[in-house]
């Protein structure tokens, strides 16, 4: 009988992040003071972030210790489960081995909780009251309403408008764990009411929202801010996912010839494929491959240039691929994945050569999500099928060449939130939609001046 399911035992869940900059052949550029477009220090980034993750942030250690009471949340779910996905096989007559990292049996569904439950703790250790934060498609948001619950911290929650109107039910997740959301632009803040001045149906973005979050977390002493993606200390937490499907592999004698992971800030992407991209960097022949919409094509369509994390320009200047963070893409379900920028450290990587770029248009995407759903049963949310996709797209091209790879993938959270999505493209609602390119270089065209 064919074993499709691995599971480690609660004792072999890693006691460590690992930490890629102490790797990569080049570092990124340091993020710039948003005012002097000097070198952003601790003493910048401490109004709104505590010392702990300061330092995570910026260190080059290898290994990061886990705190204990961080693991003992991570054991409500973790290790996730490691599957074979053989049903799928079969049905595309495949020789490729496909595995897939489960990162839905999290409470919050999703990959999310690895760094909102750390960053959480760290907050609640340096004093904090209260966490201000943004969400695209609800994934972020309910984690860190859910991390503020365990840890007794009220959270706000910015959600990004057209996701809070598709996904009302993440929305209730949030406030079921206690956390207060406002549609963003809200006319809450400053930076949400001149958006919504210029603009009162602005559909929102995540670069909006997090203008929303830093702007409230700025102004309250009680309050810091806290980001789901893009900065080093949040994919450094999102490794623990790599990490365990390393082990999880060695156990049965499997080695991943491809990772592939959807990427929108950069988090479940760097989750699973930095601890192999490290084997890639000494020498080991593997391919990385980040997969993102081709309606919000940041690595594959964007500049590699300084650009701002939010579109209201407070936060300091990070050096990434980007659309411009003015960018509003349209309104697709994958909300997670509808962000202007990517990480500084995915970014190097990607123009290090080290790992390769994939964009997907919708229907395809959802095509994949189904076949996905016939075979392995498990609905996936929209922005992990982007992987689904890639995956299934190697795995005939396996079968073409008669080769048989072993293909890892991270389904980094269920859709069963997600059902409206999947009853558009049911209904033939879903259109593909291919940002203009004129309308990417004008967005292009207002970067800052470095």
């Avoid at 480690?8 to 102490?22: D, F, G, T, V």
């Avoid at 961080?70 to 799928?88: F, H, M, Q, T």
């Avoid at 949310?381 to 091209?397: G, N, T």
Wanted: proline residues 7%; aromatic residues 8%.
């Amino acid at each position: 009988m064919q074993e499709t399911k691995i599971l480690l035992s609660e004792k072999e869940i890693p006691r460590q992040w690992y930490n890629i900059m102490a790797d990569m052949p080049n570092l990124p550029n340091p993020p710039l003071h948003p005012g002097t477009k000097k070198p952003a220090g601790p003493d910048d980034l401490k109004a709104i972030f505590p010392m702990a993750l300061i330092e995570q942030e910026m260190t080059s250690e290898r290994w990061i210790d886990i705190p204990d009471e961080v693991l003992d949340i991570y054991a409500l779910w973790r290790p996730s489960p490691l599957y074979r996905a053989k049903r799928l096989e079969d049905a595309l007559k495949t020789p490729a081995r496909i595995y897939y990292k489960y990162e839905g049996v999290s409470p919050a569904g999703s990959h999310k909780p690895n760094t909102a439950i750390p960053q959480a703790y760290y907050n609640k250790k340096a004093g904090i009251k209260r966490i201000a934060t943004e969400t695209g498609a609800g994934q972020w948001g309910s984690s860190m309403a859910l991390a503020g619950s365990l840890f007794g911290l009220d959270v706000t929650v910015y959600m990004v408008r057209v996701s809070y109107n598709q996904k009302p039910y993440r929305r209730i997740a949030m406030e079921t764990w206690g956390a207060n959301v406002h549609a963003s632009p809200s006319a809450v803040t400053n930076s949400g009411r001149k958006i919504l001045e210029a603009n009162p149906d602005n559909p929102g973005s995540l670069g909006i929202a997090i203008s929303e979050a830093v702007e409230d977390a700025a102004t309250h002493d009680d309050t810091n801010y806290a980001l789901g993606s893009v900065l080093n200390h949040v994919l450094l937490h999102q490794t623990v996912i790599g990490l365990e499907a390393k082990r999880q592999l060695e156990l049965i004698g499997e080695y991943p010839d491809i990772v592939i992971a959807c990427s929108g800030g950069g988090s479940n992407f760097g989750g699973i494929s930095f601890p192999f991209i490290y084997d890639k960097i000494h020498g080991r022949d593997i391919k990385a491959i980040a997969v993102e919409p081709v309606s919000c094509p940041t690595l594959t369509k964007g500049e590699y240039r300084y650009d701002f994390g939010d579109t209201a320009g407070l936060t300091p200047l990070l050096m990434m691929y980007t659309l411009g963070h003015d960018f509003i893409p349209p309104g697709i379900h994958a909300g997670g994945l509808r962000y202007h920028g990517e990480s500084p450290l995915v970014s190097q990587l990607y123009k290090d050569g080290l790992i390769e770029a994939r964009a997907y248009g919708q229907l395809s995407v959802f095509e994949a999500a189904i076949t996905f759903a016939k075979t392995e049963a498990i609905i996936p949310a929209p922005e992990s099928s982007h992987a689904i996709r890639a995956a299934i797209d190697d795995a005939l091209l396996c079968r073409e060449e008669g080769k048989s790879k072993c293909i890892l993938f991270n389904l980094s959270g269920h859709g069963y939130l997600d059902l409206a999505a999947y009853s558009d493209y049911l209904a033939g609602r879903l259109v593909d939609y291919e940002y203009p390119d004129e309308m990417i270089r004008e967005s292009l065209a207002k970067l800052p001046v470095v």
